[in-house]
């Protein structure tokens, strides 16, 4: 399934600009060695968009460690991984401070990314208000290389805190996007 992307800036307290728009991730950028060519490209083929719950949530709290620590391969198969937390500014930068990730990290205060990518909310109004209880974690990967059209290549929706992909399955979504 293939869907267009909404256009989405958020705060970022990570590596990158601040604030980031998905966009942004697709702008070219001047070629490591000029000899070989004047052309301009694109720095990334694809974006790995992290959904996650809330800021307490440990299990999204291991899921950035477990990125963070193969983040060198989603960067050799031109990916960029983006986090989201649906928190204020402050309270991801904590996140940022304590892990050192190094990709963008970036604030939703008001999920418009869950919302955006139909993020899974569970428990009705309750949820919606209390993101740890209700919010489950997803992953969107998007194919960028047409940066008028940024394409939602797969969505993976968790069912529950514990359901989310594991690292090598988004690898592999990316190889075969890329």
Known sequence: MTESSPELT????????DP???????????????????????????????????????????QVRAVADRYEEFRDRGCQVVSVVPEPRERVKE??????????????????????????????????????????????VLDIRDPAALEVVTTYRGRSNMDRPEIDELLATVDRRT
Do not use: K
């Open 20 to 62: 980031l728009s998905l966009t942004d991730l697709t702008e070219p950028v001047a070629p490591a060695d000029p000899t070989t060519t004047d052309e301009a490209e694109p720095s990334h083929d694809a974006i790995l968009l992290l959904l996650h719950r809330d800021h307490h949530a440990g299990q999204c709290r291991r």
């Open 95 to 140: 996140w940022q401070e304590r892990y050192d990730l190094p990709f963008p990290l970036c604030a939703d205060p008001e999920a418009t990314a869950g919302e955006a990518f139909d993020q899974p909310v569970r428990l009705g109004p309750v949820g919606r208000h209390f993101d740890l209880v209700g919010r489950m974690p997803a992953a969107v």
């Open 10 to 17: 958020f705060p970022n307290v990570g590596p990158g600009p």
